[in-house]
């Protein structure tokens, strides 16, 4: 199983509302990702969690949290988004500590905030 | 932090290889040459990586120059599967977790 899967694949949510996105990997990795994508921008990192601790936040409000329950799932919590916060949310993992590993990638949850 | 840069946009002919070129003057020793691509509202793709030594799998080659300041990607045989966003990414390995910067790639176009 090599597969990361994201869901939802696309969720609507107005400003006031409160929803998740959810990450899920059963290939024991260690190390897992949140990216956000604008259209036609490469992908921005948002968050890295490395042994189920949060290693790195690039900055990001905290109308995001994330959160990663065990070595296999992450969640995005989102809560008072923006409209300018509708992307195609990405989720990846790698084996969280060799020099040269790779990244897998979900395809990503698309969200629209009306 | 986006240390790469790349042409905007390629075309390539359905058949010919696909030389995709990608300078990284600042390349530090510990870093890796990565290509990832992505294919319309996809996830990225990994395709290859390579620290010093030039690389082959059943995806693609990577050259890298002997001083490491720039490669190129390598797709032998295009396909109209490949048309897709490419991305040369260097690593940054210096916070224990193995992240990956992004910047703008390279549109392929795979022209039948």
């Known amino acids: 199983d090599t597969e990361v899967t994201q869901t939802p694949k696309h969720l609507v949510m107005g400003m006031t509302n409160k929803k998740s996105l959810k990450c899920e990997q059963h290939?024991?990795?260690?190390?897992m990702y949140w990216y956000k994508q604008k259209a036609k921008k490469p992908p921005e990192l948002m968050f890295v969690?490395?042994?189920?601790?949060?290693?790195i936040n690039e900055s990001v409000p905290s109308r995001f949290s994330p959160e990663c329950p065990n070595s296999s799932l992450l969640n995005l919590h989102l809560h008072a988004l923006q409209p300018e916060d509708s992307a195609l949310y990405l989720c990846?993992?790698?084996?969280?500590?060799?020099?040269?590993?790779?990244?897998?990638f979900g395809s990503g949850t698309q969200l629209s905030v009306l | 932090d986006a240390k790469t840069t790349q042409p905007p946009s390629m075309d390539c002919a359905e058949g010919r290889a696909a030389n995709l070129p990608c300078n990284h003057s600042?390349?530090?020793?510990?870093?890796?040459v990565y290509w990832y691509r992505q294919i319309h509202s996809q996830g990225p793709q990994y395709i290859i990586h390579?620290?010093?030594n030039n690389e082959t799998n059943e995806m693609a080659s990577l050259i890298i120059t002997e001083d490491r300041k720039s490669s190129t990607l390598i797709l032998p045989h295009a396909t109209l599967r490949d048309t897709a966003v490419y991305y040369c990414?260097?690593?940054?390995?210096?916070?224990?977790?193995?992240?990956?910067?992004f910047g703008t790639g390279t549109r392929l176009t795979v022209i039948p």
């Open positions: 990846a993992s790698s084996q969280g500590g060799a020099r040269g590993e790779k990244l897998f």
């Open positions: 290939m024991g990795h260690r190390a």
């Open positions: 969690y490395s042994y189920e601790k949060l290693s």
């Open positions: 600042t390349i530090s020793g510990n870093e890796y």
């Open positions: 390579g620290l010093k």
């Open positions: 990414i260097v690593s940054d390995l210096s916070t224990g977790a193995n992240n990956l910067f």
